[in-house]
């Protein structure tokens, strides 16, 4: 019985010896677990910086970088906006073997630059790196959009010494800048202490909850392969009405009442010469430019005035930096009535073909890059050319070119016509031919004279053709099972046309031909044109919401195989 209690004591001295163990253990088990939902939960109130709910596809920019392998891309480009619109990697590889990744953010900050470029040291050799000199004039009171600059970037990156860096440099910055409302007001209820809601977003983000829609949750995932290589393709088109002499006579009156700075703040030059050093250290080149950006200096702060350019080509002298001037040095031959997005501000996809043309020759000439072959941008050529397609035939003014691509892709497309108002007087005989060419039998000619007019063309073959004196409507189905209803009326039947696909309107409904493009893949619009046949003079005419909104509900579906967002809302 001894025995028997003496085994039995230690058997219960052996269950005491472990209790501790097992409490530190559960211990461990339930902060481990609340560590990472609390780091779930902060994902997922963090915005996710794409679209529909934000502008351009900040998240997929950087979500691609973070993705490449290692010491693959020999040129990288930094820098704001205007070099996330103006420069095409793809553009690039495909014409130059020049494998390069475009690293840009909006209201990118040169703080920003300067972590992004210790990011690509860490995982890249690149021979190049090109900076656009817009962000060098950023100062204390440049407004509101500071602090989403800095979170465009900040949020996307796991903790590290360069992100708390980052974290305390912005500090720094809004430290200076806090007498600016507008900046404060950005920065929200965690104003006066940024460094700790960089470092922990759901700081600053903790009641977004509130706003969260679908959105937040198909965009949960990283994004391992972005097609563009970084660029934000925009098929919108607005001319630039404004000319350099205009924008410098402006910025000399802001100047002379002490309203626009032309001098580079000390604070940016320092950042400066820190990605100069960086980049000897690493033996990569640094080269700075500016992407063209026609804009008032008084209401546009990075309007690329003469007196920027003169201040940035002296600083990059003085410091050993290469300088390319893109709007007042080098001869791009932008055409000023297309290639800009927002009437100069930023260039579009066409307008990017030029600037990275000018690039490749650059580049293959003077830094021994090019003629590479890349298996990630192989395999993301073809989804690139496809949706190049889309954009061309989105950003196309004339009827002629408009109906030659419509021609050499038919097989593709499903085509609707409708006419309102009038839609025969003003073609050409050019023009009657081309729509000869997609298979349609009316003549066109006088006899049509105001009259109503619908066709549906399918995949090449048409479904529908009729014109008449009185409304024409007509419902059918198309072979992916979407349906349409279609109505014209000439200018005896009340001058309208509609264009309804699923229940949504998506006609122009203008006098003219007004034209409604669907990829019958996937039942997105890709295009809603009106060109105003009734006159001789007719380009075409687009509405820009609605033709980004088409441009990126179908580069979701195709590429990354989200949900559809194309639905027009009235607003």
């Known amino acids: 019985m001894r025995k028997l209690d003496g085994k039995m004591a230690v058997e219960k001295t052996d269950t005491r010896e472990k209790r501790p163990w097992t409490r530190l253990c559960r211990t461990v088990l339930f902060w481990g677990l609340g560590l990472v939902l609390f780091f779930c939960v902060q994902k997922l109130l963090t915005p996710k910086y794409s679209w529909p709910k934000f502008d351009e596809n900040q998240k997929y920019t950087v979500d691609g970088f973070r993705s490449l392998e290692k010491n693959t891309e020999d040129v990288f480009f930094l820098g704001t906006s205007h070099m996330l619109f103006g420069v095409s990697p793809m553009r690039l590889y495909e014409q130059y073997?020049?494998?390069?990744?475009?690293?840009?953010?909006?209201?990118?900050?040169?703080?920003?630059?300067?972590?992004?470029?210790?990011?690509?040291?860490?995982?890249?050799?690149?021979?190049?790196?090109?900076?656009?000199?817009?962000?060098?004039?950023?100062?204390?009171?440049?407004?509101?959009?500071?602090?989403?600059?800095?979170?465009?970037?900040?949020?996307?990156?796991?903790?590290?010494?360069?992100?708390?860096?980052?974290?305390?440099?912005?500090?720094?910055?809004?430290?200076?800048?806090?007498?600016?409302?507008q900046v404060r007001e950005a920065a929200g209820a965690y104003a006066e202490n940024v460094f700790w809601s960089c470092l922990l977003p759901v700081i600053k983000y903790h009641d977004r909850w509130q706003e969260m829609n679908e959105t937040d949750f198909t965009g949960y995932q990283t994004l391992d392969n972005y097609y563009t290589a970084g660029q934000f393709l925009s098929s919108v088109v607005q001319e630039v009405t404004l000319t350099k002499e205009s924008m410098k006579e402006q910025a000399d009156e802001l100047k002379e009442r002490g309203l626009y700075r032309t001098e580079i703040p000390e604070q940016n030059l320092v950042?400066?010469?820190?990605?100069?050093?960086?980049?000897?250290?690493?033996?990569?080149?640094?080269?700075?430019?500016?992407?063209?950006?026609?804009?008032?200096?008084?209401?546009?702060?990075?309007?690329?005035?003469?007196?920027?350019?003169?201040?940035?080509?002296?600083?990059?002298?003085?410091?050993?930096?290469?300088?390319?001037?893109?709007?007042?040095?080098?001869?791009?031959?932008?055409?000023?009535?297309?290639?800009?997005?927002?009437?100069?501000?930023?260039?579009?996809?066409?307008?990017?073909?030029?600037?990275?043309?000018?690039?490749?020759?650059?580049?293959?000439?003077?830094?021994?890059?090019?003629?590479?072959?890349?298996?990630?941008?192989?395999?993301?050529?073809?989804?690139?050319?496809?949706?190049?397609?889309v954009v061309e035939l989105e950003a196309e003014g004339s009827l002629t070119a408009y109906l030659d691509k419509l021609i050499q892709n038919r097989d593709r497309y499903v085509i609707v016509i409708a006419g309102q108002n009038d839609m025969q007087a003003g073609l050409s005989e050019e023009e009657k031919e081309k729509l000869s060419g997609l298979g349609l039998k009316t003549a066109f000619d006088e006899k049509m004279y105001m009259h109503s007019y619908l066709a549906v063309i399918e995949k090449g073959n048409v479904r529908y053709e009729a014109e008449s004196v009185d409304t024409l409507s007509k419902e059918l189905t198309l072979d992916g099972g979407a349906r349409l209803q279609l109505v014209s009326g000439g200018y005896l039947a009340y001058s309208r046309c509609s264009v309804i696909l699923e229940g949504n309107e998506y006609a122009q409904n203008t006098i003219g031909m007004n034209v409604v493009v669907i990829d019958p893949g996937t039942g997105l619009v890709l295009d809603s044109v009106v060109f105003n046949t009734y006159s001789s003079a007719h380009p075409g005419k687009r509405t820009a919401a609605w033709t980004n909104r088409f441009l990126r509900a179908y580069e979701n579906s195709l590429i990354f195989g989200f949900p559809r967002y194309d639905i027009i809302v009235e607003e």
């Not at 900050?109 to 972590?115: A, I, K, M």
């Not at 050799?125 to 100062?139: C, G, R």
């Not at 800095?150 to 974290?167: G, R």
């Not at 009437?343 to 090019?370: I, M, P, R």
């Open 97 to 181: 073997g020049i494998s390069a990744y475009n690293l840009a953010t909006s209201v990118q900050t040169v703080e920003g630059s300067y972590f992004l470029m210790q990011q690509i040291f860490r995982t890249q050799s690149p021979k190049v790196i090109i900076l656009d000199a817009s962000e060098l004039f950023f100062s204390d009171d440049t407004g509101r959009n500071l602090d989403a600059g800095v979170h465009y970037i900040m949020d996307a990156f796991p903790l590290s010494p360069e992100k708390v860096e980052f974290a305390w440099n912005y500090q720094q910055l809004y430290d200076r800048a806090k007498d600016n409302p």
């Open 271 to 389: 950042f400066l010469r820190k990605m100069k050093e960086l980049c000897d250290e690493n033996r990569c080149q640094l080269v700075l430019t500016k992407v063209p950006c026609y804009a008032k200096p008084g209401s546009y702060f990075s309007a690329w005035t003469e007196d920027r350019f003169e201040t940035t080509a002296k600083t990059a002298e003085d410091l050993g930096i290469e300088y390319i001037d893109l709007m007042y040095e080098a001869d791009v031959p932008l055409d000023l009535g297309t290639d800009s997005v927002d009437g100069g501000k930023h260039l579009n996809a066409k307008g990017s073909l030029k600037t990275s043309d000018y690039f490749g020759q650059y580049l293959q000439e003077n830094c021994g890059v090019g003629s590479v072959r890349n298996e990630r941008y192989e395999e993301n050529l073809p989804a690139y050319r496809q949706v190049f397609d």
